[in-house]
């Protein structure tokens, strides 16, 4: 099932918002990162500039068909062909990689869903030991632009305990200016 408020504006509007790339080094997005999985692609904002940026495959799984499409579509325009953008239910079905198979996974403007933990819990399944969650989120402030209802809208704190909850350690957080921030964790060894 679709997570609440995960509408989306139209591309041109939503894009203004960010600056991938640069949030993304932000995030420890380097070079150590072989293969990653991005939970939510939308228009694919965050999914082209990753690809560019690892050696292996980024696995980019959204529930709504034309935001799978529009994903590739910018990875052709960008001639990008290591992204797998798949059409799956990841809350109802999960995403179906094998365990411990990637090293960093993306949660970006996702987690003000109803159980949090659960897709936490999924992201730490598919990450190698000491793979890295990278978690952004509109800032807790009701005069950002857009982003979820204050009421279901996730504080930074929120984000490590659920994170902790689903066996993340080590939380660094960051202030993604103008109206985000953003949280990298670590998957805990045995
Ligand atoms: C707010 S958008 C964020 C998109 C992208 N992460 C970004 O920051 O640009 C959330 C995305 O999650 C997708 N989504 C919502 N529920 C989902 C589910 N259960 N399984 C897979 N994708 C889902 C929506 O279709 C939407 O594209």
Known sequence: ????????????????????????????????????????????????????????????????????????????????????????DFMENGTGLKAESVDYAMLFNILHLENPVDLLREANRVLKIGGKVGIIHWNYDPVTPRGPSMDIRPKPEDCVRWAEEAGFVKPKRFDLKPYHYGIVMVKKGE
């Not at 099932?1 to 203004?16: A, C, F, H, L, N």
């Not at 420890?28 to 072989?34: A, I, K, L, Q, T």
């Not at 228009?43 to 590739?72: C, H, N, R």
């Open 1 to 88: 099932m679709k997570i609440r408020d995960s509408g989306m504006p139209d591309q041109g509007m939503w894009e203004g918002f960010f600056s991938p790339t640069q949030i993304l080094k932000t995030l420890e997005f380097n070079s150590g990162v072989h293969d990653a999985v991005e939970f939510g692609c939308g228009y694919g904002t965050f999914t082209v500039s990753a690809a560019k940026m690892l050696s292996g495959k980024l696995f980019a799984f959204d529930i709504e068909p034309d935001m799978v499409e529009a994903t590739k579509k910018a990875a052709v325009y960008r001639h990008i062909t290591n992204i797998e953008a798949v059409v799956r």
